[in-house]
């Protein structure tokens, strides 16, 4: 006889039915699963984890309760703690000593618990559904005073709990389902997705419960149960999407939720006798909507209700169909069990409706015909009247201008003025311009000043917060505004900030009002080619207008701010005047007392301004206006400088812009070099936070779609705090961005004969120049390209000149028999200046000799044709144009050793800096072959 099971054989009937039973049966029998009753409700499970965990629910509205007796009662019955009172198993924590209680004895053997404490657990049957008897805003509170003295503890919940639904759960943030009414969900987020495909596709589950979002952690109270009635899935650029088709079943709330499912309790209508008054009246007022409604199957539902006097459920189908009711209104209807206030809200939104479509105007008047009524006078009139009394504009100007303490003088000529407007038509042109200068004149800060008082130590504090580096420039701005302390006056010297652009001299002007308690105005002079700009055009002109210094104060309303006037060297004389000569009056101590506007035509104290400019290129501003300045010169950052500005600064300031938390973005030191380095070419750090910002978008945009908890456009990517930005990054964000710079110092390496690099200083700061040489046979004759100014020029004759002079001496084949051509690349540019006299002499002594320069040194210096080397400007610049041009050498002129002290240690320490005097010196350190016999 063989086994039905294994095949194994046996001589007996009896033999082969044991060996099955033992063998087989009983593992199939125990493979079988198992089904687990709740003690209390006795509702049915498959596995006791899911029992165990179902009996712990019951527990969770009374907890505390059950808690507070079990503490009192284990302090009675043992001194030591976490010791059981039933069993007096010791347990090692509190929580494990709650867990064993629950497991050990009220899920197991709920009868010991009973018997052994004195709480009882009494179920009371007759309690029908204990929810009715509170309602939504009920807390533990409630809960408790319906519970009975601790010796007799009634948990009124256990009756309830046939009622549990254990459901898959959706989330929506947009559209609520209530119960009757059907609805599609578009199921796009990952979890959403993962809840259907686990169990709706395969038909396991045919109710669901649709939970709703509030925010991306938080989850409304209450929720509905749905009935699935198809699942609709179609693909979108190759993701796959699903819509349900739902139809509310009833009100849930949630009680605990997992990943996908929920555990949840049916919430039931409350109705008491008013109901019936409220429904019929409700009825009088939905009837003709009902009537009306062009959706056949809800019409006759909606009948249907509305004959059974179902007023609950006639209420929740009528609100599903109105429009214009907003997500928080709908959760606030679905969550209210009580069916008199869900009838009240909805007669208020139909009331609401009503009057809303009745203050549109009707469709009849034309749009054209609206605008004409809003404009028509006599509409005005009857406004103005009903308000009150509307001033006159003249009326409004004078009580203004009397109000305000004019100085002496000015207030008999501008009160006698207001009397000619008075006495003028108002239909004359005279009569617009006379009041605007009115006006002007009464919103004119003419005695009102800011009370400030210069602390030096708030100061010195605001300007070290907010600016990193330029340690010579606070310094002396300190010193600045401990002399105005002093003299207790800001008028007498007015500092410029002159350097490069993005370098921080606005920055560093509003940090000066902030530590002065001053207002800040900005007066942008770029392109300024009209004196009347500055000064106001004469109000006998049409158009006339105030200038921009008049009506920046304007704008501060005080007479005392810090205006800055940015750009001075931007400002052009043209046909209409001077607006530097402008510019003078009002810069100059000893007559801004009495500032002449042309347009307000009467004397502008301007004393207790504090003036401040800026300028790139000092070259640039008038003689006579530059010396009304103190100038304070600013050069450009360093790779570590800008390193540390954009960590202590930039970054936070970009990210703040674009409301990221610090936590969500690290940009560690790496990917802010790269980007110093491969993106950026300039002397301050504009582009750098320019750049910075543009990262700051990429991680905005990642944020946002994480946290997008718009059910439209339900995507929920998978997103790691922080998200780290490496050079790598760098790369991909900035594609396209990146600097050539680079690769044209490399591109001309290895250098050969006669070329090498220069430096020279523009607006944007430093650059590294090359110089060109070559010879070819001839007389000695000198070309030169490269758009050269006439001092340029000049210094390519005296190093050619000085070369002829020493060849002989320094044993190299003189350029006579040569013709020589010497150009300067970027052509298009013009060049000038004399320090690249040691670059072009060092390009031909190149050429004489044949020997190249040497390719990671930049040159910079007058010489003069006795062959000394000159001090020349900008070297700070010119060495970090040249540290950021990865060069490693810079030759200077040692008269420049005062400047080249104060370059930053970094600087001095990673660039090899060598201090020539004379030519001889400047060839020895240039030429590649450093054995030169001669020097
Ligand atoms: N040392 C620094 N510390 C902190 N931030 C700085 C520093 N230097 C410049 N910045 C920042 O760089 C940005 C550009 O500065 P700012 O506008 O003041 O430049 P600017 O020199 O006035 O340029 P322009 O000549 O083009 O007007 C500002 O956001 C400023 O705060």
Redesign the pocket.
Same mark, same amino acid.
């Given at each position: 006889m063989e086994c039905r099971h294994c095949c194994r054989t046996f001589t007996t009937v009896k033999e082969v039915r044991e060996h099955e039973r033992v063998s087989h049966e009983e593992k199939v029998r125990r493979k079988q699963p198992q089904r687990w009753k709740c003690t209390y409700c006795h509702l049915e499970f498959l596995s006791r984890h899911g029992r165990d965990s179902h009996v712990v629910t019951h527990f969770s509205n009374v907890m505390d309760e059950v808690w507070k007796s079990l503490d009192d009662m284990q302090h009675e019955v043992s001194a030591m703690l976490n010791e059981c009172p039933i069993c007096s198993c010791v347990m090692g924590s509190r929580k494990s000593f709650r867990m064993h209680v629950i497991h050990r004895h009220l899920i197991i053997d709920p009868e010991t618990f009973i018997s052994k404490t004195n709480v009882k657990v009494e179920v009371k049957e007759e309690v029908e559904d204990p929810l009715y008897e509170r309602n939504l805003e009920a807390d533990a509170t409630t809960l408790r005073r319906s519970l009975g003295p601790r010796d007799s503890l009634s948990l009124p919940f256990f009756t309830n709990c046939s009622m549990t639904l254990e459901l898959p759960i959706v989330f929506v943030a947009n559209g609520v389902v209530l119960p009757g009414a059907s609805l599609k969900l578009p199921i796009r987020s990952k979890n959403n997705m993962g809840t259907v495909e686990k169990y709706l596709l395969d038909k396991s589950s045919k109710t669901i419960a649709v939970g709703y979002r509030l925010s991306q952690e938080k989850m409304f109270e209450a929720a509905t149960q749905v009935a699935v009635q198809q699942v609709t899935c179609w693909t979108f650029n190759s993701h796959v999407q699903y819509t349900l088709h739902v139809v509310g079943l009833q009100r849930i709330s949630v009680d605990r939720i997992s990943t996908s499912t929920c555990v949840a309790t049916p919430l039931r209508d409350v109705t008491d006798e008013k109901t019936a008054t409220l429904g019929e009246e409700f009825l009088k007022i939905v009837k003709p909507f009902i009537e009306k409604s062009d959706n056949v199957e809800i019409t006759v539902q909606l009948k249907r209700l509305a004959e059974e006097k179902n007023f609950g459920a006639l209420v929740d189908l009528f609100v599903s169909q109105l429009k214009n009711v907003s997500y928080v209104q709908q959760l606030e209807f679905l969550a209210s069990r009580d069916v008199n206030a869900r009838l009240q809200l909805c007669s208020q939104w139909i009331e609401d409706q009503i009057s809303s479509t009745r203050s549109v105007p009707s469709s009849g008047t034309s749009s054209l015909q609206k605008a004409l009524a809003l404009k028509d006078p006599q509409s005005w009139k009857k406004v103005s009247r009903s308000t009150g009394g509307h001033k006159s504009p003249v009326q409004a100007v004078e009580e203004k201008l009397k109000q305000m303490a004019l100085p002496e003088g000015i207030q008999d000529k501008v009160m006698g003025e207001v009397e000619r407007l008075k006495s003028m038509n108002a239909t004359q042109s005279e009569h617009n311009v006379l009041l605007n200068w009115l006006e002007l004149v009464a919103a004119l800060p003419w005695n009102v000043s800011e009370n400030t008082e210069i602390d030096l130590i708030k100061a010195r504090t605001i300007l070290e917060a907010?600016? @990193? /580096?330029?340690d010579d420039v606070k310094q002396r701005v300190l010193e600045h505004l401990a002399v105005c302390k002093l003299n207790d006056s800001v008028n007498g010297v007015i500092l410029c900030?002159s +350097?490069?652009?993005?370098? +921080?001299? &606005?920055?560093? /002007? =509003?940090a000066i009002a902030q530590s002065m308690g001053r207002k800040f105005q900005r007066v942008s002079l770029g392109g300024i080619r009209d004196e009347s700009d500055i000064r106001g055009h004469r109000r006998t002109y049409v158009a006339s207008m105030p200038g921009r210094i008049i009506e920046a104060l304007k704008t501060c309303r005080v007479n005392n701010p810090v205006i800055l006037l @940015?750009?001075i060297d931007k400002l052009y004389a043209g046909n209409s005047g001077s607006p530097s000569a402008a510019l003078l009056e009002l810069l100059d101590p000893e007559q801004n007392n009495a500032f002449h506007d042309h347009y307000l035509n009467l004397p502008f104290d301007m004393s207790n301004v504090m003036f401040i400019a &800026? /300028?790139?290129d000092l070259s640039n501003v008038e003689p006579a206006l530059r010396d009304r300045l103190e100038i304070i010169e600013?050069s450009g950052?360093g790779l570590k400088?800008k390193l540390n500005?954009a960590r202590?600064?930039?970054r936070a300031?970009q990210l703040l812009k674009h409301g990221i938390c610090p936590d969500y973005l690290t940009l560690d030191d790496g990917a802010i070099e790269t980007i110093i380095e491969e993106y950026t070419m300039e002397a +301050?750090? =504009?582009q750098l936070?320019r750049h910075i910002a543009s990262v700051c978008r990429y991680a905005a945009l990642k944020l946002a779609e994480a946290c997008n908890d718009d059910v439209q456009a339900d995507v929920v990517p998978d997103l790691q705090l922080p998200i780290i930005v490496t050079p790598l990054h760098i790369h991909r964000i900035l594609r396209g961005k990146q600097m050539n710079r680079i690769k044209v110092v490399e591109s001309m390496r290895p250098l050969p004969p006669g070329v090498c690099f220069g430096l020279s200083v523009t607006a944007d700061g430093g650059r590294v120049m090359p110089i060109e040489a070559s010879k070819s046979d001839g007389n000695g004759k000198v070309t030169t390209t490269g758009k050269l100014g006439k001092v340029l020029e000049e210094s390519v004759h005296v190093a050619a000149a000085w070369l002829a002079s020493n060849a002989k001496r320094l044993e190299m084949t003189p350029l006579k028999n040569y013709d020589i051509h010497v150009h300067l690349p970027e052509g298009g540019i013009g060049k000038d200046g004399p320090s690249a006299g040691c670059g072009l002499a060092a390009a031909l002594a190149s050429l004489a000799t044949e020997t190249p320069l040497r390719s990671d040194t930049a040159i910079t210096g007058e010489i003069s044709l006795s062959g000394h080397v000159l001090p020349v400007g900008g070297i700070k610049e010119k060495v970090l144009a040249a540290q950021r041009e990865r060069l490693q050498r810079v030759v200077l002129p040692a008269a420049n050793r005062q400047q080249i002290e104060k370059l930053d240690d970094d600087v001095k320490r990673e660039m090899e800096l060598v201090l020539v005097e004379n030519i001889d010196q400047v060839i020895a350190a240039m030429l590649e072959n450093r054995l030169f016999s001669k020097l």
């Amino acid at each position: 006889m063989e086994c039905r099971h294994c095949c194994r054989t046996f001589t007996t009937v009896k033999e082969v039915r044991e060996h099955e039973r033992v063998s087989h049966e009983e593992k199939v029998r125990r493979k079988q699963p198992q089904r687990w009753k709740c003690t209390y409700c006795h509702l049915e499970f498959l596995s006791r984890h899911g029992r165990d965990s179902h009996v712990v629910t019951h527990f969770s509205n009374v907890m505390d309760e059950v808690w507070k007796s079990l503490d009192d009662m284990q302090h009675e019955v043992s001194a030591m703690l976490n010791e059981c009172p039933i069993c007096s198993c010791v347990m090692g924590s509190r929580k494990s000593f709650r867990m064993h209680v629950i497991h050990r004895h009220l899920i197991i053997d709920p009868e010991t618990f009973i018997s052994k404490t004195n709480v009882k657990v009494e179920v009371k049957e007759e309690v029908e559904d204990p929810l009715y008897e509170r309602n939504l805003e009920a807390d533990a509170t409630t809960l408790r005073r319906s519970l009975g003295p601790r010796d007799s503890l009634s948990l009124p919940f256990f009756t309830n709990c046939s009622m549990t639904l254990e459901l898959p759960i959706v989330f929506v943030a947009n559209g609520v389902v209530l119960p009757g009414a059907s609805l599609k969900l578009p199921i796009r987020s990952k979890n959403n997705m993962g809840t259907v495909e686990k169990y709706l596709l395969d038909k396991s589950s045919k109710t669901i419960a649709v939970g709703y979002r509030l925010s991306q952690e938080k989850m409304f109270e209450a929720a509905t149960q749905v009935a699935v009635q198809q699942v609709t899935c179609w693909t979108f650029n190759s993701h796959v999407q699903y819509t349900l088709h739902v139809v509310g079943l009833q009100r849930i709330s949630v009680d605990r939720i997992s990943t996908s499912t929920c555990v949840a309790t049916p919430l039931r209508d409350v109705t008491d006798e008013k109901t019936a008054t409220l429904g019929e009246e409700f009825l009088k007022i939905v009837k003709p909507f009902i009537e009306k409604s062009d959706n056949v199957e809800i019409t006759v539902q909606l009948k249907r209700l509305a004959e059974e006097k179902n007023f609950g459920a006639l209420v929740d189908l009528f609100v599903s169909q109105l429009k214009n009711v907003s997500y928080v209104q709908q959760l606030e209807f679905l969550a209210s069990r009580d069916v008199n206030a869900r009838l009240q809200l909805c007669s208020q939104w139909i009331e609401d409706q009503i009057s809303s479509t009745r203050s549109v105007p009707s469709s009849g008047t034309s749009s054209l015909q609206k605008a004409l009524a809003l404009k028509d006078p006599q509409s005005w009139k009857k406004v103005s009247r009903s308000t009150g009394g509307h001033k006159s504009p003249v009326q409004a100007v004078e009580e203004k201008l009397k109000q305000m303490a004019l100085p002496e003088g000015i207030q008999d000529k501008v009160m006698g003025e207001v009397e000619r407007l008075k006495s003028m038509n108002a239909t004359q042109s005279e009569h617009n311009v006379l009041l605007n200068w009115l006006e002007l004149v009464a919103a004119l800060p003419w005695n009102v000043s800011e009370n400030t008082e210069i602390d030096l130590i708030k100061a010195r504090t605001i300007l070290e917060a907010s600016h @990193d /580096a330029m340690d010579d420039v606070k310094q002396r701005v300190l010193e600045h505004l401990a002399v105005c302390k002093l003299n207790d006056s800001v008028n007498g010297v007015i500092l410029c900030f002159s +350097g490069p652009p993005g370098i +921080g001299k &606005t920055s560093v /002007a =509003r940090a000066i009002a902030q530590s002065m308690g001053r207002k800040f105005q900005r007066v942008s002079l770029g392109g300024i080619r009209d004196e009347s700009d500055i000064r106001g055009h004469r109000r006998t002109y049409v158009a006339s207008m105030p200038g921009r210094i008049i009506e920046a104060l304007k704008t501060c309303r005080v007479n005392n701010p810090v205006i800055l006037l @940015d750009e001075i060297d931007k400002l052009y004389a043209g046909n209409s005047g001077s607006p530097s000569a402008a510019l003078l009056e009002l810069l100059d101590p000893e007559q801004n007392n009495a500032f002449h506007d042309h347009y307000l035509n009467l004397p502008f104290d301007m004393s207790n301004v504090m003036f401040i400019a &800026t /300028a790139n290129d000092l070259s640039n501003v008038e003689p006579a206006l530059r010396d009304r300045l103190e100038i304070i010169e600013m050069s450009g950052y360093g790779l570590k400088e800008k390193l540390n500005i954009a960590r202590r600064h930039l970054r936070a300031r970009q990210l703040l812009k674009h409301g990221i938390c610090p936590d969500y973005l690290t940009l560690d030191d790496g990917a802010i070099e790269t980007i110093i380095e491969e993106y950026t070419m300039e002397a +301050g750090v =504009r582009q750098l936070e320019r750049h910075i910002a543009s990262v700051c978008r990429y991680a905005a945009l990642k944020l946002a779609e994480a946290c997008n908890d718009d059910v439209q456009a339900d995507v929920v990517p998978d997103l790691q705090l922080p998200i780290i930005v490496t050079p790598l990054h760098i790369h991909r964000i900035l594609r396209g961005k990146q600097m050539n710079r680079i690769k044209v110092v490399e591109s001309m390496r290895p250098l050969p004969p006669g070329v090498c690099f220069g430096l020279s200083v523009t607006a944007d700061g430093g650059r590294v120049m090359p110089i060109e040489a070559s010879k070819s046979d001839g007389n000695g004759k000198v070309t030169t390209t490269g758009k050269l100014g006439k001092v340029l020029e000049e210094s390519v004759h005296v190093a050619a000149a000085w070369l002829a002079s020493n060849a002989k001496r320094l044993e190299m084949t003189p350029l006579k028999n040569y013709d020589i051509h010497v150009h300067l690349p970027e052509g298009g540019i013009g060049k000038d200046g004399p320090s690249a006299g040691c670059g072009l002499a060092a390009a031909l002594a190149s050429l004489a000799t044949e020997t190249p320069l040497r390719s990671d040194t930049a040159i910079t210096g007058e010489i003069s044709l006795s062959g000394h080397v000159l001090p020349v400007g900008g070297i700070k610049e010119k060495v970090l144009a040249a540290q950021r041009e990865r060069l490693q050498r810079v030759v200077l002129p040692a008269a420049n050793r005062q400047q080249i002290e104060k370059l930053d240690d970094d600087v001095k320490r990673e660039m090899e800096l060598v201090l020539v005097e004379n030519i001889d010196q400047v060839i020895a350190a240039m030429l590649e072959n450093r054995l030169f016999s001669k020097l």
